[in-house]
């Protein structure tokens, strides 16, 4: 997508969604854009099917906002120690290595909250989320997912992977 298409998406997105980040305007967005290596950053989150938009958490972040687990980070596991330790019919790649190369940060339990208080996400798709460290060390790793009128968190082993998950991520602005 040429930079003048990307700005404009993210123009058009952030006007249409306003409650997700109050009085901000989008020139001081754009003027953050300028910058190319958060502007690079966004291309990778659009690119791959995130639908990146402004949102406020304990900070300002472009955040991915697609209604489902972006398309283009889905069936993968959560980190590579257990990409590494599955041996029979591994997936392509980990959240958190992905997440690495493309510049952005995996959403926490808080940071997912917050998401779904501005609309209902992963409705049919589950999104990996950062991981306690305490809880990675017993072979586990967290994600979320939006049913029965709810955020739940739930628990999986770090290898498995499925069709249906992915995982959303951030980058402070």
């Known amino acids: 997508m040429k930079p003048d298409a990307l700005l404009s998406t993210l123009q058009q997105r952030f006007e249409r969604n306003k409650h997700r980040h109050p009085n901000i305007s989008w020139e001081e967005i754009a003027a953050i854009l300028q910058k190319d290596t958060i502007l690079q950053i966004v ?6 099917g995130g639908e990146p938009d402004v949102v406020v958490f304990d900070g300002l972040f472009y955040v991915d906002c697609s ?48 998401l779904q208080s501005f609309g209902d996400f992963d409705t049919k798709t589950s999104s990996w989320l950062l991981t306690p460290e305490a809880v990675r060390e017993l072979g586990g790793a967290i994600f979320g997912d939006f049913r029965f009128g709810r955020v ?22």
């Open 43 to 48: 291309k990778n989150m659009e690119a791959t």
């Open 67 to 114: 209604k489902e687990s972006p398309k283009g980070r889905r069936s993968i596991c959560y980190d590579r120690a257990a990409l590494e330790g599955r041996k029979k019919y591994p997936p392509k790649n980990d959240a958190m290595s992905l997440a690495t190369e493309m510049g952005i940060e995996l959403l926490t339990e808080e940071d997912y909250q917050i």
């Open 152 to 173: 739940f968190i739930y628990h999986n082993g770090a290898e498995s992977y499925y069709a249906a998950r992915g995982f959303r991520g951030k980058v402070k602005l």
